[in-house]
């Protein structure tokens, strides 16, 4: 039988406490500072020409980050309230809009009015998009953490 035997262990323990925390903190703040850095690539890039061209602002203007650090999970997301701003998941999703209330859909285009029984809009995604471009950095950021 081997026994080992660590002299000073309270110390050994409170510094690797000392560095997991350290650890988290560092994760902590670059998911804020990766969290943050995607809402900006989302208005300033996406939503500024990149993918959709503001008319309004209004969607623009809309895009939020949340951060959540409760001790066990360490999070950030970057969306905007569907509820205030209904033609959002629309644009980034795509779909079929259809007639309800009425036999077609009348809207203008130019000078030209147009009436459709229902209208296609392509996917044009500015979160998901916005995600994926920042994924390497985000998974080298960690990483780089992690060590």
Do not use: C
């Not at 970057?78 to 998941?89: L, M, S």
């Amino acid at each position: 039988m081997i026994k080992a035997e660590v002299i000073g262990s309270a110390r050994v323990e409170a510094r690797l406490e000392e560095l997991s925390r350290e650890m988290r903190d560092g994760i902590a703040k670059s998911i804020l500072i990766l969290t943050i850095e995607l809402q900006r690539i989302i208005q300033q890039d996406k939503l500024s020409g990149q993918v959709l061209h503001a008319r309004t602002s209004n969607l623009r203007n809309s895009i939020a980050y949340n951060f959540n650090d409760n001790g066990n999970t360490i999070e950030g997301t970057v969306g905007t309230n569907i509820g205030a701003i209904p033609y959002a998941r629309i644009h980034e999703f795509g779909g079929i809009i259809e007639a309800k209330r009425a036999n077609f859909l009348k809207f203008k285009i130019g000078d030209r009015w147009i009436s459709k029984k229902s209208v296609t809009i392509p996917e044009r995604s500015y979160l998901r998009s916005a995600l994926k471009d920042l994924e390497p950095k985000i998974q080298s950021t960690i990483t780089e953490q992690l060590r």
